[in-house]
Each structure stands twice: as C-alpha cells, then as structure tokens.
T-cell receptor
C-alpha cells in the first residue's frame, strides 16, 4: 500500500524542454522530500520541505526548482537538463516528530534526458 | 560523519535458502534510527522496519528478522526460506536529528536475486 503517488512514472525530455514532476501524499504528513537515484550511486537527498518551508537544498543545480504549495503536494520543475540528470526521482513524505520519524516513498519518476 | 555500508553488492540464492544482508553504520549520535527498505523492480522504496538506538531487541516478522548489535554497529537483515518475490534491492539507512528534521543516509544497497 502506498500513500505517496508520483506522476508521470516515465519521462523523456530533450535538454531544452521544461517539464514538471508531481508528488502527492495522502498520509497527512507535514514534510516532503525529493531524492535522486542514479545508477551506481547511493540515494541522494535533493530537497526537504518541512511544514511547506524549504529546509534543505543539498547543493542542487538551479535547473531543478522545487515547489511545495501545501503539505500534500510537491513539484520538481525541470529546465535545461543535462544527460547526466537522467535518473529515478523519488518523492517521500513523513510526519516530523522529535521521537521518531519514518519516510514513505512514492514509486518514482524515471527520467531520461536526451 | 554518518555513514552506512552495505558491503554485499549482489547476492544470488536458490529459492528456500536463508539469506542475510549485512549493514554496518557509523555515527557519533547517541539517538538515531536504523531502517531497512526494499526496492522491487517497479522502483518504489518499501519501508520494512525502523529500529531506534535504544532498542537492541531482535525483531521477527514472518520470514524476516533483524539483528541489531550496537557493539559492532551492525543491523543485519535475514530472510528465511527465500522466495522469488523477495528479489529486489534492499537498502539499509540511518537517520538522526539534524536542523529540526531527521536526515536519512542510505547505504548503496544489496541486490538480492532469488532463483526458482
């Protein structure tokens, strides 16, 4: 069972295109995350939104632009990407609590940049 | 520095064999959490278990069991009587409280192939 959905599931884009990835969580959580998973690399945290405020930006290039209009929705706007940006982009959500927290992930968007 | 090491890149077993996936972590925090996630070919990371640093009791859930040993900084995962559906990449992760939120640090994953 997954309470986190992502669209589209697959995306092919040229380097000059602009596209957006969408994530929605149905778990009532207050934090959302974007991760990048490339072949042969560990999962990399890109952005964190906590109560709709961006609290983390892990030195991500400006061609990736996140947006969190409310605690249930998270977007990743893409423009002028490079072929090395091809990866699986995973969204996650959690309920931020000081004593414990578990992140739940969506199915991901497989992005291919040509 | 926080770090998670999964030394086994890939494991192949025959169905019904038992298999153990190793996880070693590094942290200076006294309060932290350890996780295992499963990633089937579909791509989604499926949460399996969370263990906090104060609870060293081993846990069993059906064919899955976890062995947390603080003395060796290890959190190993055993699948008993493996099945083809267990084929996936398994990630161990460590989280600790930093800057008003928990940060998850993942290992590089172990790919498990269960052959019929």
């Amino acid at each position: 069972e997954t309470g986190v959905t992502q669209t589209p599931r697959h995306l092919v884009m040229g380097m000059t295109n602009k596209k957006s990835l969408k994530c929605e969580q149905h778990l009532g959580h207050n934090a959302m995350y974007w991760y990048k998973q490339s072949a042969k690399k560990p999962l990399e945290l890109m952005f964190v939104y906590n109560f709709k405020e961006q609290t983390e930006n892990n030195s991500v290039p400006s061609r990736f632009s996140p947006e969190c209009p409310n605690s249930s929705h998270l977007f990743l706007h893409l423009h002028t990407l490079q072929p090395e940006d091809s990866a699986l982009y995973l969204c996650a959500s959690s309920q931020v609590r000081r004593d414990q927290e578990t992140q739940y992930f969506g199915p991901g968007t497989r992005l291919l940049v040509l | 520095a926080q770090k998670v090491t999964q030394a086994q890149t890939e494991i192949s077993v025959v169905e019904k064999e038992d298999v153990t996936l190793d996880c070693v972590y590094e942290t200076r925090d006294t309060t932290y959490y350890l996780f295992w996630y499963k990633q089937p070919p579909s791509g989604e990371l499926v949460f399996l278990i969370r263990r906090n640093s104060f609870d060293e009791q081993n846990e069993i859930s059906g064919r899955y069991s976890w062995n947390f040993q603080k003395s060796t900084s290890s959190f190993n995962f055993t699948i008993t009587a493996s099945q083809v559906v267990d084929s996936a990449v398994y990630f161990c992760a460590l989280s600790s409280w930093m800057d008003s939120s928990y940060k998850l640090i993942f290992g590089s994953g172990t790919r498990l192939l269960v052959r019929p």
